[in-house]
């Protein structure tokens, strides 16, 4: 039998940490490529669905003329049969870009299809053209285009972007940043434009995503049918589930909703930790964890998820939803609720007497990360 020090002497090998980091960069490579598999199936899909309702409208004046009322049907029914991700925004954003990009580029290989598998030299590239064979022909993810159509104004302005992220192999959220920091017009400006160019190609630190991010992006998740809970660290998720548990406890009155709750705003992605049902206030109870110090834009983020939460998830016969701010800091727990935006005052008073005390919270949250940081160590 081999002995425990020979164990040791085995693992702490430079050879073996040589073999087992080359398993860990396969593994991640092929989290990556299938990340980048999907979504290119997924784009090169949500594209073939604009080219239809582009030509689906064209067929007829009185088609064109109720657009909106197609998207919608087509929105209800897609919604009914595949779930999420086909709201009347996200198909127009595939309607968007199709006229975008009406004639993608086709590789050589294609095009040799194309020439020698088709007598209908009438029929549209488009129509001949499979899924399999324009995966090729769109080289960014579906969240890169979508940035892409909703935040370029010109044409040219969406051709330097596509190019520089292709380019310099720029992340969504370098992209998003690039935009943000408008990078096209200073490099127009600039009289040393190859220096702009070189220096925009440089990822920062937050620029970067992991394999697993990239497989979670909601998108995709959408497109697969997939559940779509995630957390930022082993920390967060533990009190998350803690957090659950303790308010289950606290009575009947809470009813369990969902994790990692997603909505969207724009173009960009939100997620709500923890969603509650109150069967005696009626309402939805928002719960967001902030494992830092609170901030204002902690309150402001939490407003913005309950007045979409009103608007989205909120029936007609329930009161207004309610936020809740935990931040786990260590040496500063904070628990507030956001009851500003409530009608009237008789019901702000209703809901403070109603729901957990705020130092309850905070007590229950300081014990907590105690408990999981001694059993970490």
């Known amino acids: 039998m081999t002995s425990q020090n020979e164990n040791k002497m085995f693992v702490s090998d430079k050879i073996y940490k040589q073999f087992s980091d080359s398993i860990c960069n396969l593994l991640e490579n092929a989290r990556r490529s299938a990340g980048r598999a999907v979504n290119a199936i997924l784009t090169v899909s949500y594209w073939e669905i ?34 999420k991700g086909f709201s009347v925004d996200n198909i127009e954003l595939m309607r968007m870009f199709y006229l ?24 549209t590239m488009s129509r001949i053209l499979v899924l399999e064979d324009l ?15 909703k935040r370029c104004d010109s044409k040219g302005k969406r051709e330097f972007y596509e190019s520089e992220a292709l380019r310099g192999g720029w992340s969504v959220r370098q992209l998003n940043r690039q935009i943000s920091s408008q990078f096209y017009e200073r490099t127009l400006l600039s009289r040393n434009k190859a220096a702009m160019l070189e220096k925009g190609s440089t990822p920062e630190n937050n620029d ?28 967060e998720e533990a009190l998350i589930h ?17 994790r990692q709750k997603r909505l969207r705003v724009g173009n960009k992605w939100y997620r709500v930790d923890l969603v509650f ?16 110090e609170f901030s204002h834009a902690d ?8 007045n979409y939460a009103s608007e989205h998830w909120t029936h007609e016969e329930e009161n207004p939803p309610v936020g809740l701010i935990l931040c786990a800091e260590k040496d500063n727990a904070v628990a507030k609720y956001a ?39």
């Open 50 to 83: 604009g080219r239809r309702i582009v030509e689906y409208e064209q067929k007829g004046k009185k088609r064109a003329k109720y657009g909106s009322a197609l998207l919608k049907s087509l929105s209800n029914d897609l919604t009914n049969r595949f779930g």
């Open 242 to 258: 803690h957090l659950e548990t303790f308010l289950l406890e606290l009575g009947s009155d809470f009813a369990f909703i969902a």
């Open 100 to 123: 975008a990009y009406p004639e993608p580029l086709i590789p050589e290989t294609v095009s040799r299809k194309l020439e020698y598998g088709n007598e209908k030299k009438s029929e």
């Open 339 to 377: 009851l500003d935006k409530l009608p009237n005052k008789i019901l702000t008073s209703e809901y403070k007497l109603v729901l957990p005390n705020e130092e309850e919270l905070v007590e229950e949250l300081i014990k907590t990360r105690k408990m999981l940081e001694s059993r970490k160590k």
């Open 208 to 235: 970067i995503t992991s394999p697993e991010e990239e497989i979670k992006d909601p998108f995709v998740l959408e497109f697969l049918g997939l559940k779509d809970e995630y957390s930022e660290n082993d920390l």
């Open 135 to 149: 995966k090729d022909c769109f080289h960014l993810s579906w969240s890169h285009y979508v940035n892409l159509i």
């Open 299 to 306: 309150a402001g983020q939490m407003h913005l998820y309950c």
């Open 277 to 292: 049902y109150h069967r005696r206030l009626r309402c939805l109870v928002l719960i967001d964890l902030k494992i830092g």
